[in-house]
Antibody, heavy 122, light 107 residues
Framework: EVQLVESGGGLVKPGGSLRLSCAAS????????MSWARRAPGKGLEWVGR??????????VYHTPVKGRFSISRDDSKNTLYLEMNSLRTEDTAVYYC?????????????WGEGTTVTVSS | DIQMTQSPSSLSASLGDRVTITCRAS??????LNWYQQKPGKAPNLLIY???NLHSGVPSRFSGSGSGTDFTLTIRSLQPEDLATYYC?????????FGGGTNLEIK
């Protein structure tokens, strides 16, 4: 069964940092593009960013609101995706989802984890 | 970033109704559009990719159409399990953006 399980969420003060993890199983993680998305309370979905395969250089792309503050990485030996979040703001409060990312030609997110909640508050 | 505008933002319909949700892009995106369904308390599910391709396992009552700036998601005969929020997502640019969502309620 294809599964993504996020962890690492919690309460953090504005300006603080947090690292989320996503454990993948049931599919070829090494050959998969991956991404993160989020949903803030009372708001809609927002794409955070993506990382392509290690053999493609593990290149990353980020949505404008998180550029320079968030970093996506992967450890293919552990089948794990990471989201490093720095300089957190109250508006980063959201449920964060790890997703598969199809890449060309349709760039869709077919498999989603159940999410982990990040709360940024003093 | 390309902006996506969905309408309506909320919708109430009866079982068996035909439901239409629209999504408009701030610039032409060809057919670079996907649709998702998010049920309360659950993760989103992919419904449609490439504007009109039904994702594996998605009931055939769901369909998508459109190109350029205007797109439509149609539910042919509304079922109780279709209670959810629906999102469009463009992938024309290097960054992805979602529409604001359409909250579908059952009358």
């Amino acid at each position: 069964e294809v599964q993504l399980v996020e962890s690492g969420g919690g309460l953090v003060k504005p300006g603080g940092s947090l690292r989320l993890s996503c454990a993948a199983s049931g599919f070829g993680f090494t050959n998969a593009w991956m991404s993160w998305a989020r949903r803030a309370p009372g708001k809609g979905l927002e794409w955070v960013g993506r990382i392509n395969r290690g053999i493609d250089g593990a290149t990353t792309v980020y949505h404008t609101p998180v550029k320079g503050r968030f970093s996506i990485s992967r450890d293919d030996s552990k089948n794990t995706l990471y989201l490093e979040m720095n300089s957190l703001r109250t508006e980063d409060t959201a449920v964060y989802y790890c997703t598969t990312y199809s890449g060309e030609p349709y760039y869709y997110m077919a498999v989603w984890g159940e999410g982990t909640t990040v709360t940024v508050s003093s | 970033d390309i902006q996506m505008t969905q309408s309506p933002s909320s919708l109430s319909a009866s079982l068996g109704d035909r439901v239409t949700i629209t999504c408009r892009a701030s610039q032409s995106i060809s057919r670079s559009l996907n649709w998702y369904q998010q049920k309360p308390g659950k993760a989103p599910n992919l419904l449609i990719y490439g504007a009109s391709n039904l994702h594996s396992g998605v009931p055939s009552r769901f369909s998508g159409s459109g190109s350029g700036t205007d797109f439509t998601l149609t539910i042919r005969s509304l079922q109780p399990e279709d209670l959810a929020t629906y999102y469009c997502q463009q992938y024309y640019g290097d960054t992805l953006t979602f529409g604001g969502g359409t909250n579908l309620e059952i009358k």
